[in-house]
């Protein structure tokens, strides 16, 4: 049997570096979101509710809650509630009262979420403090199908739903947006370029000794301590265009997908690479012997294996010296290199020292 590897290759072409706000290459220190969870049950299902041992007891609890209370020892076997997990961001400055989005997962084996109901959930934050209550009927983007013989079908994933504005802020996180004379801009891409770009923008606009650089990603700012001021000075500031330092020298290689990206400052040394391709084939063709009637003989199968091996011509060529990434497409394109021949090569330049840039595999 032969495998074949599918390989995409993007090139990207040197171009001219543009401004970018300030909003688009930095955050705000103490200004971020802040990730919600809670525990839950989804009632209303058409018998695609989940069997678990925890459902049945967190339904106990809720029944107990209202002044019910269930036999002992006796098994409601609810076809129709899963036990779920219940999960939002709260985005920063959010206020009582506010509303959020949420995402339902059922975590026992329901079969699908599809026309079910939330019951009232109460979402925690890291301190354990409780933030946000949800509640509501569910939107659940997937189905399936499943016969008597045991057949079924599947799409998407009918486990998981959604539930827009499900939740409701009930509790405000402090920020330390107004505290201090600084503000602090932290890079998305740490770059000390960048960091002194960002600072020379700032105190040009601002004037002198208005910014400083901590590090690679740090930038402070003075500010002015009214909120209102300090409002209207970060809609200034977020609004500064800054060009951003070129990225350091990439190759990266999805061994998963074959997908090679190779970014524009990719250089190679002078080198010489040849490759080729040794291919095996494995052909199963078994006979039948079938005895003659009266000679008391069974009939077998006997095995029939062809194994055949080629190989490609070697393909050679030259890199010369400071080669940009424009010629190494040329280069392997020009032998008719296909892309997972690629991989192997530069793999084997990074080896060698040839390759003046950082290989990545994820």
């Not at 609810?78 to 959010?94: E, I, Q």
């Not at 690479?273 to 003989?297: K, S």
């Not at 400071?322 to 190494?328: G, Q, S, Y």
Request: hydrophobic share 45%; proline share 6%; glycine share 10%.
């Amino acid at each position: 049997m032969r495998f074949w590897i599918v390989v995409l290759a993007f090139s990207v072409v040197a171009s001219p570096v543009l401004a970018d706000r300030l909003k688009d290459l930095a955050r705000i220190k103490g200004v971020r979101n802040n990730q919600l969870v809670g525990y839950g049950l989804v009632v209303g299902l058409d018998g695609t509710g989940d069997k678990a041992p925890f459902t049945n007891q967190t339904f106990r609890n809720m029944m107990n809650q209202f002044g019910i209370t269930l036999p002992e020892g006796v098994n409601p076997r609810l076809a129709n509630v899963a036990a779920v997990t219940v999960s939002a961001t709260l985005p920063p400055f959010a206020k009582p009262g506010q509303e959020l989005d949420i995402t339902v997962s059922s975590i026992g084996n329901a079969d699908s979420l599809r026309g079910g109901t939330l019951l009232m959930t109460p979402l925690k934050g890291a301190d354990d403090q409780i933030y946000a209550m949800a509640q509501g009927s569910l939107v659940v983007g997937g189905f399936g199908a499943e016969g008597q013989d045991g057949s079924r079908i599947t799409v998407n994933v009918p486990s998981v739903g959604r539930i827009p504005n499900g939740a409701t802020i009930e509790r405000e996180v402090l920020s330390p947006f107004s505290k201090g004379d600084t503000i602090t801009f932290n890079l998305m891409r740490a770059d000390f370029t960048t960091a002194r770009r960002v600072v020379e923008a700032i105190n040009g606009m601002l004037g002198p000794g208005m910014a400083y650089a901590h590090d690679a990603t740090s930038v402070s700012v003075k500010a002015p301590r009214d909120a209102d001021q300090r409002v209207s000075f970060l809609s200034i500031l977020e609004n500064i265009e800054v060009d951003p330092a070129e990225d350091a020298a990439k190759v990266v290689i999805n061994s998963r997908t074959g997908t090679i990206v190779v970014g524009q400052n990719v250089k190679v040394s002078p080198a010489a690479v040849t490759h080729g391709n040794l291919t095996v084939t494995i052909e199963e063709n078994p006979d039948v012997e079938q005895p003659n009637p009266f000679a008391g003989g069974e009939t077998a199968i006997v095995p029939r294996s062809q194994i055949a091996v080629t190989e490609d011509p070697a393909r050679m060529f030259q890199f010369g010296p400071a080669v940009t990434l424009n010629e190494i497409v040329q280069a392997v394109n020009q032998v008719g290199a296909a892309p997972g021949d690629v991989m192997a090569v530069l793999e084997a330049l990074k080896q060698a020292g040839a390759l003046r840039a950082e290989l990545i595999v994820i």
